[in-house]
């Protein structure tokens, strides 16, 4: 309680030479369950601080160093005119004195609680006669609770991951379920399966090792690991765009992407469409891939005859999805892309993964350009971030740094254009 201190006698007390014997004995309770236990060693004493503390021990003090026993002071405290302990002298001084070892065992003791709450829920459950669930127990437990992850969330989180693996695993399994609909059955959310959530990164590890599968660590095998237990994951969200695709076969897929073709006009594929479509295309045909949109729409506004795929940035898993179907029919490539250093990566990544041809991608392409925008007086971007080297032309980058100008795929629009537009 407050204003137990008489004011003159807490006005000595929180003089300057008392300061650093206060602050030393608060950090010491509250390290050790807020005990009057122990001692605190003071050093390079001024005279001021000898002063005090000698009148407040009731003994002389004439070294610059002094070891105080926190019990005598607490009994010095009790028969002085403060008439308080050391603990409550402490609290009247400044704010309340925290209890930081219990603290520390009661996180303790809530950790605790999140593992014995899972391990209670597991044993519980339909499937606790599985082999797989004391694995998935001990490498959660290994892994324990992402950072800032209340132990309460932890408990509900791992929860709502027991009753999605006995939806999918247990004996009462029904049919295909969409991964929406199983999120909004267990979470309330269709969003709370989704990719990036500790939820479905929990529910996933699960379902790997009970059909003995490695975890994956791209899109595509996290939706092969839903398909396994009759999920079916959202594949019409995410999208590639192309231009001119005209592949073989009657089915309605191939003839509505030939149609679109036959009309100058763009097409987004998405994954279920990938599922449905055959994509046979003769054998040797060179498909250019872009990064920017803009590029197609300019190609479709031309009326280009060249096929085109665009990565639209850094390229999502149904960009490469299609280009590993295409080359699997044995299509070649061509790329360009911006000459930025996010760009140079992006360029690497798929070049090496195609063996494509670098498309007006070389250090004179930029050259040429970067003069060619300065002699027009377009404004200049600022090349930003970590060179990174060219695997098809050694000289690009130190010309990129050089001169430091960004050029996006638009400063090149007309010479792709025009490439786009040769019969091959």
Same mark, same amino acid.
């Given at each position: 309680?407050?204003?137990?201190?008489?004011?003159?006698?807490?006005?000595?007390?929180?003089?300057?030479?008392?300061?650093?014997?206060?602050?030393?004995?608060?950090?010491?309770?509250?390290?050790?369950?807020?005990?009057?236990?122990?001692?605190?060693?003071?050093?390079?004493?001024?005279?001021?601080?000898?002063?005090?503390?000698?009148?407040?021990?009731?003994?002389?003090?004439?070294?610059?160093?002094? *070891?105080?026993?926190?019990?005598? &002071?607490? %009994?010095?405290?009790?028969? @002085? +005119?403060? /008439? #308080?302990?050391?603990?409550?002298? !402490?609290?009247?001084?400044?704010?309340?004195?925290?209890?930081?070892?219990?603290?520390?065992?009661?996180?303790?003791?809530?950790?605790?609680?999140?593992?014995?709450?899972?391990?209670?829920?597991?044993?519980?459950?339909?499937?606790?006669?599985?082999?797989?669930?004391?694995?998935?127990?001990?490498?959660?437990?290994?892994?324990?609770?992402?950072?800032?992850?209340?132990?309460?969330?932890?408990?509900?989180?791992?929860?709502?991951?027991?009753?999605?693996?006995?939806?999918?695993?247990?004996?009462?399994?029904?049919? *295909?379920?969409?991964?929406?609909? &199983?999120? %909004?059955?267990?979470?309330? @959310? +269709?969003? /709370? #399966?989704?990719?990036?959530?500790? !939820?479905?990164?929990?529910?996933?590890?699960?379902?790997?090792?009970?059909?003995?599968?490695?975890?994956?660590?791209?899109?595509?095998?996290?939706?092969?690991?839903?398909?396994?237990?009759?999920?079916?994951?959202?594949?019409?969200?995410?999208?590639?765009?192309?231009?001119?695709?005209?592949?073989?076969?009657?089915?309605?897929?191939?003839?509505?992407?030939?149609?679109?073709?036959?009309?100058?006009?763009?097409?987004?594929?998405?994954?279920?469409?990938?599922?449905?479509?055959?994509?046979?295309?003769?054998?040797? *045909?060179?498909?250019?891939?872009?990064?920017?949109?803009?590029?197609?729409?300019? +190609?479709?506004?031309?009326?280009?005859?060249?096929? !085109?795929?665009?990565?639209?940035?850094?390229?999502?898993?149904?960009?490469?999805t299609l280009l590993d179907a295409l080359a699997a029919t044995g299509c070649r490539f061509a790329y360009h892309g911006d000459f930025d250093w996010p760009g140079i990566a992006l360029a690497n990544r798929v070049i090496r993964r195609y063996e494509a041809l670098?498309?007006?991608?070389?250090?004179?392409?930029?050259?040429?350009?970067?003069?060619?925008?300065?002699?027009?007086?377009?404004?200049?971007?600022?090349?930003?971030?970590?060179?990174?080297?060219?695997?098809?032309?050694?000289?690009?980058?130190?010309?990129?740094?050089?001169?430091?100008?960004?050029?996006?795929?638009?400063?090149?629009?007309?010479?792709?254009?025009?490439?786009?537009?040769?019969?091959?």
């Amino acid at each position: 309680m407050s204003g137990r201190l008489p004011s003159a006698t807490r006005d000595w007390l929180m003089g300057p030479g008392l300061t650093r014997l206060w602050d030393g004995v608060r950090k010491r309770l509250e390290s050790n369950g807020v005990q009057a236990t122990g001692s605190l060693r003071l050093t390079a004493m001024n005279a001021q601080e000898r002063n005090d503390l000698s009148l407040l021990l009731d003994k002389p003090l004439t070294g610059t160093t002094v *070891t105080v026993r926190l019990d005598m &002071l607490d %009994a010095r405290l009790r028969a @002085s +005119a403060a /008439g #308080l302990g050391l603990r409550q002298t !402490l609290e009247e001084l400044g704010p309340p004195l925290s209890d930081r070892r219990a603290a520390r065992a009661e996180v303790t003791a809530r950790r605790e609680q999140v593992w014995s709450s899972l391990a209670s829920s597991l044993d519980a459950s339909p499937l606790a006669d599985q082999e797989w669930p004391q694995q998935w127990y001990d490498l959660l437990r290994r892994a324990g609770v992402p950072r800032g992850v209340t132990p309460e969330t932890a408990i509900w989180t791992l929860q709502q991951a027991v009753q999605v693996l006995i939806t999918l695993l247990g004996p009462e399994r029904g049919g *295909t379920l969409g991964r929406g609909e &199983l999120a %909004a059955l267990a979470t309330g @959310s +269709a969003h /709370g #399966l989704d990719d990036g959530t500790w !939820l479905s990164r929990l529910v996933q590890r699960g379902v790997a090792l009970a059909h003995g599968t490695e975890f994956p660590d791209d899109a595509a095998g996290r939706r092969a690991l839903w398909r396994l237990v009759s999920v079916t994951p959202d594949e019409v969200s995410s999208t590639v765009l192309t231009y001119g695709l005209r592949p073989d076969g009657e089915g309605w897929p191939e003839r509505a992407l030939r149609e679109r073709a036959d009309h100058h006009a763009e097409v987004h594929i998405t994954p279920r469409d990938l599922h449905e479509l055959r994509l046979r295309l003769p054998a040797g *045909t060179l498909i250019h891939i872009c990064e920017n949109p803009r590029v197609v729409e300019a +190609a479709a506004d031309a009326a280009c005859v060249q096929p !085109l795929v665009c990565t639209s940035g850094s390229a999502a898993t149904v960009v490469f999805t299609l280009l590993d179907a295409l080359a699997a029919t044995g299509c070649r490539f061509a790329y360009h892309g911006d000459f930025d250093w996010p760009g140079i990566a992006l360029a690497n990544r798929v070049i090496r993964r195609y063996e494509a041809l670098p498309w007006r991608m070389g250090a004179a392409d930029y050259e040429h350009l970067a003069a060619r925008s300065q002699a027009e007086g377009i404004p200049q971007l600022a090349l930003d971030g970590q060179p990174v080297s060219a695997g098809w032309d050694p000289d690009l980058a130190s010309a990129m740094t050089a001169l430091g100008v960004a050029l996006h795929e638009e400063a090149t629009l007309e010479l792709l254009v025009a490439d786009l537009s040769r019969q091959a």
